[in-house]
């Protein structure tokens, strides 16, 4: 007796990976999106001198295909133009800290855990990416 079924079970095994990887990048785009949206939003709203380097420099970033995310004073520029912002978020010896990029990402990890199942119900159930586009809520 031969086993049969190899070849169609290893391109429905690719099929998945490839959906996976799609729904992954798709809610990580989300993510951090809302986590870049809400450190902005609370930003502006904690600090009291509006010099627009710290908003203006404050992005994000899709890496590796869409794997990796990054929200933050992302580029060696950034870092140099706001560096004050790690006293804003830390705080000094004469100032209380307020940390808006951390309150943002705990504000979205739930969310995130959220999107990050789904995405992978529906690469095991062989769906694309939904139908909004990269949105996956």
């Known amino acids: ?5 190899f070849r169609a079970a290893r391109a429905k095994s690719r099929r998945r990976a ?19 949206r809400d450190g902005s939003d609370a930003l502006a709203s904690m600090t009291t001198r509006r010099t627009g380097k710290l908003e203006r420099f404050y992005k994000k970033a899709l890496r590796e295909g869409g794997a990796v995310g990054l929200v933050g004073y992302i580029t060696a520029a950034a870092r140099r133009s706001a560096f004050y912002a790690r ?14 990029h951390d309150q943002a990402v705990l504000s979205a990890e739930g969310k995130h855990r959220a999107r990050m199942r789904r995405a992978q119900k529906r690469a095991v159930a062989g769906k694309g990416v939904s139908s909004r586009g990269r949105n996956i809520t």
């Open 87 to 100: 006293f804003i978020h830390d705080g000094t010896s004469k100032m209380r800290a307020r940390p808006f």
């Open 18 to 36: 490839k959906s996976l990887d799609a729904n992954t990048a798709a809610a990580i785009a989300t993510t951090i999106t809302e986590v870049q």
């Open 1 to 5: 007796m031969r086993a049969t079924g």
